[in-house]
């Protein structure tokens, strides 16, 4: 079992930028990728960013050349950050733990998600 945690999220002007974390717990060695996605009102879930246990970076299209991800596994935590944001970058972002890597076997084994945290970008 895997447990994870996010923070950072709160309210951001376009252009600003913001820093997400998120902290795992439990069977940690369990994992391989992690990573981010979000959620905005209507819409289904899509990919920001994911990092392997290589350290190997996938990126959704929207997150390119803006969000950069990076984790610390001595900390069991993976980052995010978010620069130069849009208002259409406003969603609820979640953090995912799989047991498989994304550039890999993507699909086996299980999946955990954390409780997601809310991004806004308003002027």
């Known amino acids: 079992q895997v447990q994870l945690v996010e923070s950072g999220g709160g309210l951001v002007q376009p252009g600003g930028s913001l820093s997400l974390s998120c902290t795992a717990s439990?069977?940690?060695?369990?994992?391989?990728?992690m990573g981010w996605y979000r959620q905005a009102p209507g819409l289904p879930r899509a990919l920001v960013a994911v990092?392997?246990?290589?350290?190997?970076?996938h990126y959704g299209d929207p997150a390119k050349g803006r969000f950069t991800i990076s984790r610390d596994n001595a900390k069991n935590t993976v980052y995010l950050q978010m620069n130069s944001l849009k208002p259409e970058d406003t969603a609820v972002y979640y953090c995912?733990?799989?047991?498989?890597?994304?550039?890999?076997?993507?699909?086996?084994?299980?999946?955990?998600w954390g409780q997601g945290t809310q991004v806004t970008v308003s002027s």
């Open positions: 439990g069977n940690i060695f369990s994992i391989k990728t």
């Open positions: 995912n733990a799989e047991e498989a890597d994304f550039d890999a076997d993507y699909g086996s084994g299980r999946s955990y």
């Open positions: 990092i392997t246990s290589g350290d190997n970076t």
